[in-house]
């Protein structure tokens, strides 16, 4: 008897290493190709930034063009708007891994809800002009005195909003709710864009998390943005999760604590 136990027990053993090894190499794994696709998307984003500097400079240095003003001035403008754009890449990296690093001070005031989600609001204007897009905000919530860090607040709704410009193939239509729930405010952010699948729904808040489906590859971005919202929401004691259904659209949702 004692030697099948042992046996049985033996086995046991044998199958739990074998896939806790496995588990492990499977996350390995996926740890890997998340990088790999990081550095894939990275290295594309720097690639065109770079590509046009070079062919702005190259032309600048064209004898023909030195001396007239106005297409200098055209291909420097070029240049530092390629420039922007590769130093903001770079500060949402530096960014999301400084607060992994609990580097940032965030320090909280009360402030008004609204007036932060209207200050996003302008922050997207222009590349929401740019798809002839819309927002229509239904503030209902009475109370809405939330403790928070304004400028953090901000990116955070300014993410959600840029998300849903982003991915969305159409015009996009952005609405934004607030109520109020006991002593929680919910704002609400829908818009009509590709939605997404029930794990991406579960997963888009982790670190270089991107939906593989061929529509949104086309979509540029790092899969940092969303890690960077639960990281600050989580920061003040409130929820963020997202409803949505493939085609039809994504509604992201905030829970925050009021003060008053
Ligand atoms: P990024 O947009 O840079 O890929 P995010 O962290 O902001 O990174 O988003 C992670 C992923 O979540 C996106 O790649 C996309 O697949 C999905 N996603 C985010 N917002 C939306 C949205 N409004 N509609 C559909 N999919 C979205």
Known sequence: VSITILSIVFTLIIIIA?????????????????????????????????????????????????DDKEKVFRYLQMIKDENKRMHAQVENVLRISKLEKRELDIIKESHNIHEIINDAIEHVNLILEDRQGTIVNHFSALRNTVLINDVHFTNVIVNILENAVKYSPNIPEIEIFTENIKDMIIIKIKDKGLGMSKIAQKRVFEKFYREHTGDIH?????????????????????????????????????KLPLIN
């Open 218 to 254: 086309n979509v540029k971005g790092h899969g940092l943005g969303l890690a960077y919202v639960k990281r600050i929401v989580d920061d003040h004691n409130g929820q963020v999760y997202v409803e949505s259904e493939k085609g039809k659209g994504s509604t992201f949702i905030i």
């Open 18 to 66: 074998y896939t806790s090894a496995l588990n492990q190499l499977i996350r390995q794994r996926q740890i890997s190709e998340i990088k790999n696709d990081f550095i894939n998307n990275m290295t594309h984003e720097f690639k065109t930034p770079i590509a046009t500097i070079n062919l702005a400079l190259d032309a600048i240095r064209n004898p023909k063009i030195i």
